[in-house]
């Protein structure tokens, strides 16, 4: 699906991520990246669906963005939008996108993700939600408006932070036109669709 040095490049990335995260006793030092399985069925969710307009919130050293980035590319998409809070991090992903030839096709964000989702014009068509669990509910409503008819929503760590990410699961539950799916693959990734509205009747 990618180039071989894409490939190798994010073989790197996942042994190096292994190893942070085995060593380190903090959890804010850890990258938590996808693992290769989650991160393939989040690119052929978006490039099966033809996204072009994706937004992350959560960007740790750039893996998932690559995946994506490379996504866009493939759907002749915009540039993803990416955001993560710490700088350090930002500058990796920024210079491991670069390393991947992909940079074109994202934009990293640094800064507070509720703030950016209030503060972003969209239209997205997708959006991939890998960071704070806690604050994804009220992420969610702040970009509600600015989500296409036929928006994917897609939020890692289902499985493995159940009681974290149930506020989420309940708020999009509660919207309409949406259907939805947990797929037990990594630490269990939610999908949810919304049926667009044809000729303006939502259809079923």
């Not at 990335?13 to 804010?28: F, P, Q, S």
Request: charged fraction near 20%; include cysteine.
């Amino acid at each position: 699906m990618l180039t071989v040095e894409i490939e190798a490049l994010l073989h790197e990335l996942e042994v190096h991520g292994a190893e942070i995260d085995a060593t380190a006793t903090d959890r804010t030092q850890k990258l938590l990246n996808l693992e290769r399985p989650t991160a393939e069925l989040l690119f052929l969710l978006v490039t099966a669906s033809g996204r072009r307009r994706v937004l992350e919130i959560g960007t740790s050293n750039g893996y998932s963005a690559i995946w994506l980035a490379c996504a866009m590319a493939k759907t002749a998409g915009n540039p993803i939008t990416t955001i993560d809070r710490d700088a350090a991090r930002a500058a990796q992903a920024r210079e491991n996108l670069r390393r991947a030839g992909v940079q074109s096709h994202a934009q990293v964000i640094e800064g507070d993700a509720t703030r950016w989702c209030a503060a972003l014009d969209g239209p997205f068509d997708c959006v991939f939600f890998d960071a704070d669990r806690i604050s994804a509910p009220s992420q969610l409503e702040l970009l509600l408006p600015k989500l296409t008819d036929d928006v994917l929503l897609i939020a890692d760590n289902a499985l493995s932070h159940p009681e974290e990410i149930a506020g989420y699961l309940a708020t999009v539950s509660a919207l309409p036109q949406f259907d939805a799916t947990l797929v037990p693959v990594g630490k269990g990734l939610h999908v949810a669709y919304r049926r667009p509205h044809i000729n303006g009747v939502a259809s079923k």
